[in-house]
């Protein structure tokens, strides 16, 4: 029998999770398959950076509730961050967000509250179940998991680095292969540093602890294990690393195991980086790893993920109740055009760090000290580096005459009713009317929501859209502007809710 679906999305790992809970959270009917039998139980990620909270803290959960409400109790926020492990830190606190920090939280546990939200509503999380293949023609998808097969209008490929709907959809990987090759784990020491700790030697490598919420998480690298070809990771990989291993090493770069007693999970890390050619392909798209992957560096990668899957969600959702325009669907604001570029400089970025975490010379540690000194020195530099690693200085593409707030993530606002983020909704865009007299009131329509709030010097309104960022602001601002601004991003005839 062939199970019918507006969306199937194959990965249950944290951007699959995240993109079914926006789509349901639309009214539109999704799936997902995930091969393994159950959740995970172990966790890549820790770093949860601030404009994740801030996408998470527009998804409606039970009991009124925002996912953010569920997941901030059980994680810790911490107010800096680094770039390749520089002694001098990136400062989170001078963003004006509602989550001017990063959240340490593992990331099964996100993947648990996720998938229990989608229980709750009802959404199939089907585990165990592989998907193999697909087909698609212009109306439909078809795809196979395990011998049944289930019709969708689209598929979200979020199955992982050596994601199955990538290949099968023809979409290219280029990128470079590994040159090196890193120790991380989840530990329990006896002995640990009082504050998180970074040590590096040109001589005997890196390594750096810091606490998580279940204890330790250690990662570095010896000089030994870099300038390998793909084939030395790939054979050194075959031979996973145990407890003994890692004391070893420990003592091999710090002179001590930290009193190290044991491992929760203990794995291996590269610098392979790669990204996919094209983000879509017919009525298929790829999402999270399945599009990028790149050396973990600065905790970025399911943050960038989940990006994609706010970016993607509310364009499947205009493009599947018939309101999406061109530029949506695959002109300049397309989910392609805006995150294609975004997975390049994720990529420019961590191997940058790669260079300056793992080059064990004497220029490499020169590089590293002339580099933190620059940011100490820098507030602009520093600036820039924590936006982009938080994510909320990542800007889309904006047209030339362009105010400041064009493209980025709209700032916490505080309008009248609360919040900007628990404003937004995934169907619909949010005009903020800053202006004295609330002159734009009268464009609300069922595809936009118009908020007020007090002046604010150098703007007079905000077009926001669902995923949170300023489709447009003016320092001042008339209503036939405005209303050509709103009819450009929304079109003219958008089709009642729920066709
Ligand atoms: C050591 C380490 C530390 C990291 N730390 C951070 C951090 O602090 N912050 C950060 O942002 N990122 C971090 N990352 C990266 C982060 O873990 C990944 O970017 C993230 O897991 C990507 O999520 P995803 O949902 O795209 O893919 P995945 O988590 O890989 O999930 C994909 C899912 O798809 C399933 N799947 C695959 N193929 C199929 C198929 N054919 N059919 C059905 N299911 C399938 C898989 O079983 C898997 O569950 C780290 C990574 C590592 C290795």
């Not at 919420?213 to 690393?241: H, K, N």
């Amino acid at each position: 029998m062939t199970a019918h679906t507006d969306v199937v999305v194959v990965g249950a790992g944290p951007v699959g999770l995240f993109t079914a809970a926006l789509l349901d959270s639309a009214g539109v009917s999704v799936r997902v398959f995930e091969r393994n039998p159950g959740a995970s139980v172990v966790s890549k990620a820790i770093a949860m950076q601030a404009r994740t909270l801030e996408t998470f803290a527009t998804l409606r959960v039970e009991d009124g509730k925002r996912l953010t409400d569920l997941l901030l109790p059980l994680g810790r926020p911490v107010p800096r961050t680094h770039f390749a492990t520089l002694p001098t830190m990136l400062e989170l606190g001078g963003f004006e967000s509602a989550y001017p920090y990063m959240l340490f939280i593992p990331q099964n546990e996100t993947e648990r509250v996720l998938a229990e939200h989608l229980a709750t509503r009802g959404v199939p999380v089907h585990y165990g179940r592989e998907v193999g293949s697909f087909t698609q023609d212009t109306d439909r998808v078809v795809v196979s998991a395990d011998g049944e097969t289930c019709e969708a209008r689209y598929l979200v490929g979020a199955d992982g680095a050596h994601s199955t709907v990538r290949k099968a959809a023809g979409i290219g990987f280029p990128g470079t292969g590994p040159s090196n090759i890193g120790f991380v784990a989840d530990v329990e020491l006896v002995d640990a540093p009082e504050r998180n700790l970074t040590l590096w030697s040109h001589e005997t490598g890196s390594v750096t602890i810091f606490r998580t919420p279940g204890g330790y998480r250690v990662f570095g690298m010896e000089p030994g294990d870099t300038g390998l070809s793909p084939e030395e990771v790939a054979a050194r990989r075959q031979r996973p690393p145990g407890l003994d291993d890692l004391r070893a090493t420990l003592v091999r770069i710090a002179g001590t195991d930290f009193g190290l007693r044991s491992a929760s999970w203990l794995s291996q890390t590269t610098d392979s980086t790669r990204h996919a050619d094209r983000f879509r392909a017919g009525r298929v798209f790829l999402a999270g790893d399945a599009g990028h992957v790149h050396l973990p560096a600065g905790g970025q990668g399911m943050n960038v993920g989940l990006q994609d899957a706010a970016n993607l969600s509310w364009k499947l959702v205009a493009e599947l109740r018939g309101w999406a325009t061109p530029s949506i669907v695959d002109g300049a604001a397309s989910y392609q055009a805006e995150r294609l570029p975004i997975a390049v400089r994720l990529g420019e970025n961590t191997l940058a760090q790669s260079a300056l975490m793992t080059t064990f010379t004497p220029a490499g540690g020169a590089l590293r000290t002339m580099t933190s000194d620059l940011i100490a020195t820098s507030p602009s530099l520093s600036a820039e580096l924590a936006g982009w690693v938080s994510g909320l200085r990542v800007r889309y593409p904006v047209a030339g005459d362009a105010h400041p707030l064009d493209g980025l993530p709209a700032p916490d606002l505080p309008l009248a009713d609360g919040k900007l983020v628990h404003r937004l909704e995934i169907d619909r865009f949010l005009l903020v009317d800053l202006t004295p007299d609330g002159r734009f009131g009268a464009l609300a329509s069922p595809r936009l929501d118009v908020a007020v709030g007090p002046p604010r010097a150098g703007v007079a309104a905000a077009l926001v859209r669902p995923d949170g960022y300023v489709a447009r602001a003016w320092a001042e601002a008339e209503v036939p502007e405005v209303t050509a601004a709103v009819l450009a991003w929304l079109g003219t005839a958008p089709a009642p809710l729920g066709q």
